[in-house]
């Protein structure tokens, strides 16, 4: 129990420190704000609803894009695992378009899209298919052929093949692929906020910043660590109870 | 099987050529927007004359610096703090949470505080990319200081060697396949975020010459943009995975 409490040992002291400095003569008070009024604008943004519509907006692009991915990239990944020759054929091209960073994308995406929801979603599936894509792929192959063997004697329709047998034998291992395509496009809706898109959590930190509320900036930033935070562990208990995901573990 | 092995190399290569073709014709013919899809071909001639020009090698230089310095950064603090967690249990306790809560925050969301500190600046830029690359080599080096063969550390006792010694001789050998796997993550996250400060804070690189082009609507240039990025990224990664192959000789004659 005392080990759990030193890890709140540093925090504290950097914002006390910071509170008690904030009060000497010589602190830059505008640029820089004093815990307290973190505080403050924090829960007054909690209060009239802003940070949660913005964090709304940008869950609602993260979502959108992810969900894009996760179709895409389950029903290529599916196609491409069952068709090995098919993959080899297909599988160099995919992999010309992979080291493009996605945030390259940006610019495309404004010049199709403009402003708003759908561009954020398309740089968020654009960078979030790839592991949904390459586990899915994976996954299927990994399937027991004689699961696949069973299901040619019992001659199944296409579609029951997939749903009885192939989707289900692969899900286990495409959710550790949901789960890190879940933490990228939560980074990249955030990010492409913070370069262009004039909506979500992103944009209303970098406005903050420019209009001189430091104070609001870093409660927003809190509540994003908060946030990342939440999601984070919230998906690694999911996903542990989910039978089959065995979830390399990351931590040391 | 070499007659099979080249027949599909052909066959990857005619499909990735039919796809271009496809899209040439298409933009040719005007049948998709040449304005978000210019033809292969203009963007190739777009690249190629960049080139000649030597327009290219200025913002392809600043980027790089940008990102190798950040990396570089990144490499040095990851390693050393993943050290001190992986090989202290008092280091560990009492940076972990800290550690933990500040990892899934979305790099770029820095970038507003660090603007605020340090202005529109390559110093900016820098840290930015530092914060957000020291993740993959942090963890990967606090996981290979703590899983150090216990029969080392009676070997080092038995040898009398110092902590000192301990450390440079074994845990930094044994932690190394760990480090280089997670410095490869990490380089492709530092070019992602010099890509990102360069669009954010107007710092000249690659990702500022692509929002330009888009801003002039100049789409050959902007594929060309993101084409040279895609090949960095590709060069890049390879180079590393060389260095590797290099650095872990050792590992395939032990094993």
């Given at each position: 129990?005392?080990?759990r409490?030193?890890g709140w ?13 904030s009060?000497?003569?010589t ?18 943004g ?12 940008t869950?609602?692009?993260a ?15 599916v ?11 297909v599988g ?6 992979r080291?493009?960073?996605?945030v390259?994308?940006i610019p495309?995406?404004?010049?199709m899209?403009?402003?708003g ?8 599936a654009?960078a979030?298919?790839?592991?949904i894509?390459l586990?899915t792929i994976?996954?299927?192959?990994a399937?027991e052929p ?11 329709s296409?579609?029951?093949?997939m749903f ?6 692969a899900?286990?291992r495409?959710?550790v ?12 809706a ?6 262009l ?6 944009y ?22 908060v ?5 984070n ?20 | ?13 005619l ?11 298409l ?22 004359r ?10 392809l230089?600043?980027?790089?610096q ?11 603090l990851?390693?050393?703090l ?5 090989s202290s ?5 009492y ?5 933990e ?13 660090a ?21 993959p ?5 606090a996981?290979?200081f ?9 070997v ?6 110092s ?7 074994m ?7 760990d480090i ?15 890509v990102?400060?360069?669009?954010q804070?107007?710092q000249?690189?690659l990702?500022q010459?692509?929002l330009?082009?888009q ?33 872990l000789?050792?590992?395939?004659v032990?094993?």
């Amino acid at each position: 129990m005392a080990r759990r409490l030193h890890g709140w040992i540093i925090p504290v002291l950097a914002f006390v420190l910071w509170e008690l400095w904030s009060h000497a003569g010589t602190f830059p008070i505008d640029t820089v704000s004093r815990p307290s009024d973190i505080a403050v604008a924090g829960a007054r943004g909690f209060a009239d609803g802003s940070i949660l519509l913005a964090t709304w907006e940008t869950i609602e692009a993260a979502l959108f894009g992810l969900a894009i991915a996760a179709v895409l990239g389950i029903l290529f990944g599916v196609i491409l695992g069952l068709a090995p020759h098919l993959e080899r054929v297909v599988g160099p091209s995919i992999d010309a378009l992979r080291p493009v960073p996605s945030v390259a994308l940006i610019p495309l995406a404004l010049l199709m899209f403009g402003f708003g929801l759908r561009m954020e979603a398309s740089v968020v599936a654009f960078a979030s298919v790839w592991p949904i894509l390459l586990v899915t792929i994976a996954a299927v192959r990994a399937i027991e052929p004689r699961l696949l063997e069973v299901a040619r004697v019992l001659e199944l329709s296409f579609a029951s093949r997939m749903f009885k047998v192939v989707l289900p034998a692969a899900l286990g291992r495409i959710s550790v692929g949901l789960r890190i395509a879940g933490s990228i496009s939560l980074v990249v809706a955030v990010t492409v906020e913070i370069v262009l898109n004039p909506r979500g959590l992103g944009y209303s930190m970098i406005a903050a910043q420019q209009s001189l509320r430091p104070d609001l900036m870093f409660a927003q930033l809190l509540w994003l660590g908060v946030l990342g935070w939440g999601l984070n562990s919230a998906m690694k208990r999911a996903l542990d109870r989910w039978p089959g995901s065995a979830v390399p573990e990351e931590q040391p | 099987m070499n007659r099979l092995l080249r027949l599909r190399g052909v066959g990857a290569i005619l499909f990735a050529a039919t796809l271009l073709l496809l899209w040439q014709v298409l933009a040719d013919f005007k049948l998709i927007s040449p304005v978000f899809f210019p033809s292969p071909l203009r963007t190739v001639t777009e690249l190629v004359r960049q080139i000649a020009e030597g327009l290219i090698w200025a913002p392809l230089v600043a980027t790089l610096q940008r990102m190798f310095f950040g990396w570089a950064l990144a490499a040095l603090l990851g390693i050393i703090l993943g050290a001190a967690i992986g090989s202290s249990r008092t280091a560990r306790d009492y940076l972990e949470p800290l550690l933990e809560f500040l990892r899934p925050l979305p790099a770029s969301a820095i970038i507003p505080p660090a603007i605020l500190f340090l202005g529109l600046s390559n110093e900016m830029a820098i840290t930015v990319i530092a914060f957000g690359a020291i993740w993959p080599v942090l963890l990967s080096s606090a996981h290979g200081f703590a899983t150090i063969e216990p029969r080392l550390r009676e070997v080092a006792e038995a040898l009398c060697l110092s902590r000192r010694q301990l450390l440079v001789k074994m845990a930094v050998p044994g932690a190394l396949p760990d480090i280089l796997a997670g410095a490869r993550v990490s380089l492709a996250i530092a070019l992602i975020l010099a890509v990102v400060t360069e669009m954010q804070a107007s710092q000249p690189g690659l990702g500022q010459n692509i929002l330009l082009a888009q801003r002039s609507l100049r789409s050959p240039e902007l594929y060309a943009g993101i084409v040279s990025l895609g090949i960095m990224g590709f060069v890049l990664n390879h180079a590393l995975i060389m260095i590797e192959q290099h650095f872990l000789r050792w590992r395939s004659v032990t094993a």
